[in-house]
């Protein structure tokens, strides 16, 4: 694993509605928690993935848990869990909350040889979410299937949905019924984000399903991750 060294305290306080410096000062305790990421580098190598694919940008996302105090965050794919153990330690900060993670597990059926680097497919003998510390997960509600039949499930369940991330590989015309599954629990102040992979756009789903929300998407500098907060 490697640490992130610049986040975007811009995007931040676009999302969260706050000033860079809130979202500044957000940041920089994301930064103390120096012991997750020991443990989660610690867990990645003893899983023979010193290189995985994670998500680029923890620090922002326990950033925004920590100024939205989500009482229910959504997550669409959690592969080691790096994403759900930086959003578990922001909702343990804020003494409040329930991260709802959906996740289809991958095993990487290649032979070794063949492998190279093993992106999100689980190491042998572990199941999603395998690296997040046990500490955290008394607020996690993990959820395993395919998320076109999940997440309607889980939006009936709810209430409201605070946060939302989507951090699948995806084909636009396939995420947007998804988005509308779960944009019945949105209200004026929640927050949606989509990883659109190295493509550094903005994902076209999102730009629509911002459209009709009336918001505009803003970007993560340097990275195909975008989002919005509804008006």
Request: include cysteine; proline fraction near 9%; aromatic fraction near 8%.
């Amino acid at each position: 694993m490697r640490p992130e060294t610049d986040p975007d305290a811009t995007w931040v306080s676009a999302l969260a509605g706050v000033s860079p410096a809130r979202a500044g000062r957000a940041l920089e305790e994301a930064r103390t928690e120096t012991r997750l990421f020991r443990e989660l580098d610690r867990q990645h190598r003893a899983g023979g993935r010193p290189f995985y694919i994670e998500i680029e940008a923890p620090l922002e996302l326990y950033a925004l848990v920590r100024l939205l105090r989500p009482r229910h965050a959504v997550e669409v794919g959690v592969s080691s869990g790096v994403s759900s153990a930086y959003l578990l330690t922001g909702l343990e900060r804020n003494g409040r909350g329930t991260l709802h993670s959906v996740d289809l597990p991958q095993e990487d059926r290649r032979p070794p040889s063949a492998r190279g680097n093993p992106s999100w497919s689980l190491p042998a003998g572990r199941s999603s979410g395998w690296a997040v510390p046990f500490a955290l997960r008394k607020r996690w509600d993990l959820r395993l299937g395919d998320k076109r039949e999940v997440l309607p499930l889980l939006a009936d369940e709810l209430d409201t949905i605070d946060l939302f991330l989507y951090d699948v590989p995806h084909s636009d015309p396939g995420s947007y019924p998804e988005f509308r599954a779960v944009d019945r629990r949105f209200h004026p102040g929640s927050v949606a984000m989509v990883d659109h992979g190295g493509t550094q756009e903005i994902c076209p789903s999102l730009r629509r399903w911002a459209r009709a929300r009336h918001a505009a998407p803003v970007r993560r500098s340097g990275l195909g991750l975008s989002g919005f907060r509804c008006p």
